[in-house]
């Protein structure tokens, strides 16, 4: 008598059961990562206390409003942004170690993996944002436009963490070594500097305020200081889920035959 193995149809686990599934271990696997923590959490809370202890008062004197509202906003995503580098780097060991081959051999559908790890890095966003707003508290900070506007700051970081996650990826899954993801530290110093959470758009030179305007990070600052202070919402709302779109539509090809390639060629 000869026995066959039947194997479960690739697609007979719901993609949205194995995007949870897979954020979940992700979580769970960053939450014992020191690097991750770090990056997520601990250094945009320093950055948070930084900013406002060392320029705080010269911020808010430039008109801008009170500058601890921008600056909650803007650190929020910068622990985005540099959050994404250590996920990153972790994207690249699971690679050179097998274990991204290995999972990709399992029954489920394999669009799941990168959904699963977009989700993740929205979660982690998240938790982070949500710290720093408890360190951002004791500095001034308060929900003027109430919780639920509150929630929606936090909703903001996390949909622009998305956008940013999808590129970084994409190099992640393509990059040689390390190095070719930390190359990224300087291009998001770039953002860090130049944008209207650090200063008003209209303290920069003419010829750069239309690049400081425009660039990612500033509509997604203005909505997060408009949900909490107060101010325009719905014009740099649409500005940020278009950037994220745009990011997601460009890159997400990118990322997603990255993925599959860095599983496969183990």
């Known amino acids: 008598m000869t026995y066959t193995a039947t194997w479960p149809h690739r697609q007979s686990v719901p993609v949205l059961r194995q995007s949870i599934v897979q954020a979940g271990a992700l979580l769970r696997s960053w939450s ?20 406002q202890l060392v320029l705080g008062k010269t911020v808010t004197s430039m008109g801008g409003g009170d500058s601890i509202f921008g600056n909650t906003g803007l650190v929020a995503l910068v622990g985005a942004l540099f959050g994404t580098l250590a996920t990153a780097i972790s994207l690249i060991h699971e690679r050179d170690t097998g ?10 559908p394999r669009a799941g993996f990168l959904a699963g790890r977009l989700l993740a890095e929205a979660v982690r966003t998240g938790i982070a944002t949500l710290v720093l707003f408890a360190v951002a508290i004791p500095l001034g900070f308060r929900f003027e436009q109430g919780i639920a506007a509150g929630i929606g700051a936090v909703l903001v970081a996390m949909v622009f963490a998305v956008g940013i996650a999808v590129p970084v990826i994409a190099m992640a899954t393509v990059a040689s070594g390390r190095q070719a993801i930390q190359q990224l530290n300087g291009f998001f110093l770039l953002l860090l500097f130049f944008n209207g959470g650090f200063a008003p758009v209209s303290e920069y030179p003419g010829w750069l305020q239309p690049v400081v305007r425009h ?12 949900l909490t202070e107060g101010g325009p919402v719905a014009a740099p709302l649409a500005a940020t889920v278009l950037w994220t779109i745009g990011l997601v539509v460009v890159f997400g090809p990118v990322a997603f035959r990255g993925y599959r390639h860095a599983a496969e060629r183990r």
């Open 32 to 51: 014992r990562d020191p690097g991750i923590v770090v990056q997520s959490i601990v250094f945009p809370a320093f950055l948070l206390l930084m900013f």
């Open 99 to 108: 274990l991204l081959a290995r999972m990709w051999t399992l029954p489920v």
């Open 215 to 226: 660039q990612p990070m500033t509509p997604a600052i203005d909505t997060v200081r408009g």
